[in-house]
């Protein structure tokens, strides 16, 4: 699993200057960024890489008809895409998260080079009607990844992705869980399933997945999706309260967002984290994330330090 290389003080200081100028002048994209590397990791089925960090969509998507904040959703996509981000998750769970992200895409003309991960969510044999229905909102030939959304009636779905997999109508297949439940039958699909993708909550106070199904996603050669990073903005919150320690600055983090995604990023089993946001600035901030160094084992046992102290 490769890890791009180490910058230098110099290199960090130069594109801190790139970065903040373009910030200001509403342009950034990738290129402001160089000559820090986007951080990627490999799939494990098949070698593709994507960046270690992507967008989510829960909550912060779901703005029904509202023609403003679709546009400002598109916004957030677009300095996502303009800094080097590609995948983006969403849920028929998620409200119109949907419909606000093929809105996005649509606007942007990204619809063919986005990396596409959604799930099926839904009682019964149904699956290929809903994964339709959400194609459509989308307006994408097709997904990168399907996943079975906190494992809801995977014995349904999960041969229909298989399938679909096999007829190349679909790349990934993948299950998701959060908030720590159905660890076991996680880990016991991801033993006995032939799985691209897991999905599941880890951060740097939820911590308990380090004990099995990490190790187990790396033994097994399944991709880690992480979601609720920051619980739901609470883990910023409480940073807020307390200063970034200075020695942050020698992972390149400027901000708590920043520290707690390359925490999570930094574990060898995870391939992407996917913070969710409606604000322009904070996946800014969040796709920071993807560049620069992360931390070596010593640092995160100093950021798990750090963070219980406060």
């Not at 909550?201 to 992480?226: C, F, K, M, S």
Request: aromatic content about 8%; hydrophobic content about 40%.
């Amino acid at each position: 699993m490769r890890t791009s290389r180490l910058i230098t003080r110099r290199e960090a200081l130069k594109s801190l200057a790139a970065f903040s100028t373009a910030t200001l002048l509403g342009r950034l994209d990738a290129a402001d960024l160089q000559p820090n590397p986007l951080l990627t990791r490999r799939i494990p089925s098949s070698g593709e890489e994507i960046p270690v960090i992507g967008l989510g969509s829960w909550i912060t998507f779901n703005v029904g008809d509202d023609p403003e904040a679709r546009d400002e959703c598109a916004e957030v996509m677009r300095r996502f895409f303009g800094m080097g981000g590609r995948l983006i998750d969403s849920s028929p769970m998620y409200g119109s998260s949907q419909a606000v992200i093929g809105h996005g895409l649509a606007k942007l003309g990204r619809t063919r080079d986005v990396f596409s991960a959604e799930k099926v969510w839904i009682s019964g044999r149904d699956g290929a009607v809903q994964i339709e229905a959400t194609r459509r909102r989308w307006g994408v030939p097709g997904f990168d990844l399907l996943q079975v959304h906190n494992l809801e009636d995977w014995e349904a779905h999960l041969p229909l992705l298989f399938e679909m997999k096999a007829a190349k109508k679909l790349r990934y297949v993948g299950i998701t869980t959060s908030h720590g439940r159905r660890t076991a039958d996680t880990e016991r699909l991801m033993r006995t399933q032939p799985l691209d993708f897991v999905q599941v909550t880890y951060n740097v106070r939820d911590r308990e997945l380090e004990q099995r199904l990490l190790p187990l996603a790396q033994e097994r050669g399944i991709a880690v999706i992480i979601n609720r990073p920051f619980r739901e903005g609470a883990l910023i919150r409480e940073g807020a309260r307390h200063p970034l320690p200075a020695w942050a600055g020698e992972i390149d983090c400027a901000n708590w967002a920043q520290f707690l995604l390359k925490f999570i990023v930094s574990h060898p089993a995870v391939t992407c984290a996917i913070p969710a946001t409606s604000n322009p600035a904070h996946v800014i901030e969040n796709m920071g994330a993807a560049y620069g160094r992360l931390p070596d084992g010593a640092m995160r046992r100093r950021m798990i330090a750090y963070v219980g102290s406060l």
